[in-house]
C-alpha cells in the first residue's frame, strides 16, 4: 500500500496570503488528522476529519481551515498567513476509529516558510 | 487537561551505550501510549503503543518501554544504540474519546561512533 502523500512538500509564502495543503491518506483509511510541528512547540493537534465531517479541532484560531472529499483526500487551508504560521504541517491517516487507540500514519510533510 | 511532558530536549549517547528517552503524562484515565520516531525531512513512525495489560511493551526496532502508573510515566528504552538510532523521538497520548492525539515536545538523540 502506498502511505500518506503530501502535496507540496515546500512552500514559500508572504503575510497576508492564504495557503492550501492537500493529503491523501493510506487507501481504505477514513480518518485523517492535521498537526502543526514547531521547534518551539512540538506538535500540536490542528483537527481531525472523519467521512467528510470535521470529528475533533484543537486550539487554532478560524483562520486554520479544512476539509475532506468523499475519498478521504484532505485538504487544509490557512488564511491571512502570519509569520508565525511557518511550520510543518503533518497529515496522519487511520482505519476510523472513534478512541484513541488507532495508529495513526504520518505523511512526510510540508515545510510552509510565510515571509 | 492532557499533556505530555519530554523532559530531555537533548541527548547523547556513544553507539552501543544502552538509552532511556523520559515520557510523562497527564492523563484523567487510563492512557493510551505512544511512541513515535522522526527522521530527518520524514514523517513520524509508530514504535511502539500500549492500551492496556503487560505494561512493558515491545516494539520495531529493538525498542521497548514501560507503562508505570504510580509514576505516570512511559519511558523508552533501548540496550543498544545504533548510528541510525539517532532521530527525534515523540512520546503520545491518544485520547479515550475521540480520535485525537497529544505529543510532547520531543526528544532529540545523538549518537557519537
Known amino acids: 500500500k502506498a502511505g500518506v502523500t503530501q502535496t507540496p512538500r515546500y512552500l514559500i509564502k508572504t503575510r497576508g496570503q492564504q495557503v492550501t495543503l492537500s493529503c491523501s491518506p493510506i487507501?481504505?483509511?477514513?480518518?485523517v488528522s492535521w498537526y502543526q510541528q514547531t521547534p518551539g512547540q512540538g506538535l500540536q493537534f490542528l483537527f481531525e476529519?472523519?467521512?467528510?465531517?470535521?470529528?475533533n479541532k484543537g486550539n487554532f484560531p478560524g483562520r486554520f481551515s479544512g476539509r475532506q472529499f468523499s475519498n478521504s483526500r484532505s485538504e487544509m487551508n490557512v488564511s491571512t498567513l502570519e509569520l508565525g504560521d511557518s511550520a510543518l504541517y503533518l497529515c496522519a491517516s487511520s482505519s476510523a476509529g472513534t478512541s484513541g487507540t488507532e495508529t495513526q500514519y504520518f505523511g512526510p510533510g510540508t515545510r510552509l516558510l510565510v515571509l | 487537561a492532557q499533556s505530555v511532558t519530554q523532559p530531555d530536549i537533548h541527548i547523547t549517547v556513544s553507539e552501543g551505550a544502552s538509552l532511556e528517552l523520559r515520557c510523562n503524562y497527564s492523563y484523567g484515565a487510563t492512557p493510551y501510549l505512544f511512541w513515535y520516531v522522526q527522521s530527518p525531512g520524514q514523517g513520524l513512525q509508530l514504535l511502539l503503543k500500549?492500551?492496556?495489560?503487560?505494561?512493558l511493551v515491545q516494539g520495531i526496532k529493538g525498542f521497548e518501554a514501560e507503562f508505570k502508573r504510580s509514576q505516570s510515566s512511559f519511558n523508552l528504552r533501548k540496550p543498544s544504540v545504533h548510528w541510525s538510532d539517532a532521530a527525534e523521538y515523540f512520546c503520545?497520548?491518544?485520547?479515550?474519546?475521540?480520535?485525537?492525539?497529544?505529543f510532547g515536545t520531543g526528544t532529540s538523540l545523538t549518537v557519537i561512533p
Open positions: 503520545a497520548v491518544g485520547a479515550r474519546t475521540g480520535n485525537q492525539f497529544y
Open positions: 500500549y492500551f492496556s495489560g503487560d505494561t
Open positions: 487507501s481504505g483509511h477514513r480518518s
Open positions: 476529519y472523519f467521512s467528510e465531517t470535521q470529528r
